[in-house]
Nanobody, 119 residues
Framework: QVQLVESGGGLVQAGGSLRLSCAAS????????LGWFRQAPGQEREFVAT????????YYANSVKGRFTISRDNAKNTVYLQMNSLKPEDTAVYTC????????????WGQGTQVTVSS
């Protein structure tokens, strides 16, 4: 089992920045991918970004590329999502998730943190 706890959400004006954190505990492994997803009211959950725990390869949704940066701190077992130039359409519940590299789907999910961007 892997436990994920997010923090760092809040209210920010358009153009502002926030940094989300996802602390992982339990049976973590270097052969994992940690990802961020988001879900706005009335919409499907969508992929935001992901990072491989061992090498640190990153992947981003086109909608956030160039504005968001995912990173990790192996010593703290924590993944971050730095969000810059935020837009009102970035408003959503952001959730951290983890999966092993060989898995086709994310197995572990956090509880989510609300990000609200005002215009």
């Amino acid at each position: 089992q892997v436990q994920l706890v997010e923090s760092g959400g809040g209210l920010v004006q358009a153009g502002g920045s926030l940094r989300l954190s996802c602390a992982a505990s339990g049976r973590t492994s270097s052969n994992y991918m940690l990802g961020w997803f988001r879900q706005a009211p009335g919409q499907e959950r969508e992929f935001v970004a992901t990072i491989t725990w061992n090498i640190g390869n990153t992947y981003y949704a086109n909608s956030v590329k160039g504005r968001f940066t995912i990173s990790r701190d192996n010593a703290k077992n924590t993944v971050y999502l730095q969000m810059n130039s935020l837009k009102p359409e970035d408003t959503a519940v952001y959730t951290c998730a983890a999966k092993s590299l060989g898995s086709s789907s994310y197995n572990y999910w956090g509880q989510g943190t609300q990000v609200t961007v005002s215009s």
